[in-house]
Each structure stands twice: as C-alpha cells, then as structure tokens.
C-alpha cells in the first residue's frame, strides 16, 4: 500500500495563486491516473482534476478550468496543482488520490488517498 501526502494548502486572497504537492512513497504511481479532489464544509467531496499516467492527458470540472493546472513529475512520484485566480468558493480540504482507471477516479472510486491540505481563499 501507497502512500499520499499533500502539502501547500494556506490561506490566500481572491484572486492569489497556490500550489499544491502530493508527494507518493512506499509505491511507485507512475503507472497511475493521479488526480485531485476537494471537500467544501457541508458539501460532498468534488473531482477537481486529473492527469494520466503518461502526463500527456489532462481532465479538469468545468468549476476550475482555465484557473488550475494539474502536473507531474514522474521521476519525483509527484503531482503538482497549480491554482491561479483563485475564488472564495474554491476554500476546501485538497485531496490527492490514485487509481488505475481514470472512469473510477473520476467518480472517487479509489483506495489510495492523501490526508489532505487546507486551501483557505479570503475575500
């Protein structure tokens, strides 16, 4: 079993920019679909972004397009969220996780997630 640790989260202004890290270890995801999720309070946990194996093939929600930007670095077993622009309303914990498929990740079908990391947008 894998494990995910994210770190970045903070607190920013509307309009600021972060960048999240999701650190793997004790297993190597290259062979993964990584993605990203978020959880608003009293809200259910959402599909931020995903990226493939490969790093070739990118999916984002419609909700964050154009703003954030999902990569990684193979080498490093890191994947990367860059947020630009960023709202009020994309305040939430910020999930890592990683499964084989990206139809089951897509849908948060995964046994391998990260602890999570707060992103706290003031206006």
């Known amino acids: 079993q894998g494990q995910l640790v994210e770190s970045g989260g903070g607190l920013v202004q509307a309009g600021g920019s972060l960048r999240l890290s999701c650190a793997a270890s004790g297993r190597t995801f290259s062979a993964y679909v990584m993605g990203w999720f978020r959880q608003a309070p009293g809200k259910e946990r959402e599909f931020v972004a995903a990226?493939?194996?490969?790093?070739?093939?990118?999916y984002y929600a419609d909700s964050i397009k154009g703003r954030f930007t999902i990569s990684r670095d193979t080498a490093k077993n890191t994947v990367y969220l860059q947020m630009d622009s960023l709202k009020p309303e994309d305040t939430a914990v910020y999930y890592c996780a990683g499964e084989r498929l990206l139809s089951r990740l897509r849908i948060g079908l995964s046994d391998n997630w990260g602890q999570g990391t707060q992103v706290t947008v003031s206006s």
């Open positions: 990226i493939s194996w490969s790093g070739g093939n990118t």
